[in-house]
T-cell receptor, first 113, second 115 residues
């Protein structure tokens, strides 16, 4: 059964730091992986979608990488800002899932001014 | 575009009552799904649909029904509410399906309390 793990569960950093959030999955046979952001009391916002054939995707200060063979993805946030404070979730789409995503439990990020 | 619209935003039910959570999307997405989010449990799939007239169960379907009569709408029905169904419910949609699924668009959620 595909499982997605995110470590750490929470992270606190000072403003301006570059940081990396980690996501691991147990079965490397995935179709794609998505990173989401969730603000308190809100829905999820899609940040980046990486197909299995890709190594990375970039959007502004965000860069997501994918290493299927090791079952890992990282989300790199450059020059963090207090507005980046949120919970970040990764999710995978894999064969047999019909497009349904399996989510990690997220990393709660706090960026201190 | 409105994206994915969920109503109501908040609801309190008594045990045994029934209700329908509404979800509508205006992006002509084939795929729609319902998740519940609970502390410590993460997001769990309740039901999903890969097109009008097609629905299937997810990880935690018991106590819930769905139907997909149109591409736009995917309501979730609670048959007889139980305290264990207290949760935040999210509807999501995406273009494509299966291997071709794209980025998900989520609604803002319905916070349900069953007393």
């Amino acid at each position: 059964k595909q499982e997605v793990t995110q470590i750490p569960a929470a992270l606190s950093v000072p403003e301006g730091e570059n940081l990396v959030l980690n996501c691991s999955f147990t079965d490397s046979a995935i179709y794609n992986l998505q990173w989401f952001r969730q603000d308190p009391g809100k829905g999820l916002t899609s940040l980046l979608l990486i197909q299995s054939s890709q190594r990375e995707q970039t959007s502004g200060r965000l860069n997501a990488s994918l290493d299927k063979s090791s079952g890992r993805s990282t989300l790199y946030i450059a020059a963090s800002q207090p507005g980046d404070s949120a919970t970040y979730l990764c999710a995978v789409n894999y064969p047999g899932s019909q497009g349904n995503l399996i989510f990690g439990k997220g990393t709660k990020l706090s960026v201190k001014p | 575009n409105a994206g994915v619209t969920q109503t109501p935003k908040f609801q309190v039910l008594k045990t045994g009552q029934s209700m329908t959570l509404q979800c509508a999307q205006d992006m002509n997405h084939e795929y729609m799904s319902w998740y519940r989010q609970d502390p410590g449990m993460g997001l769990r799939l309740i039901h999903y649909s890969v097109g009008a007239g097609i629905t299937d169960q997810g990880e935690v379907p018991n106590g819930y029904n769905v139907s997909r009569s149109t591409t736009e709408d995917f309501p979730l029905r609670l048959l007889s509410a139980a305290p264990s169904q207290t949760s935040v419910y999210f509807c999501a949609s995406s273009y494509g399906k299966g291997r071709e699924i794209g980025g998900y668009t989520f609604g803002s959620g319905t916070r349900l309390t069953v007393v």
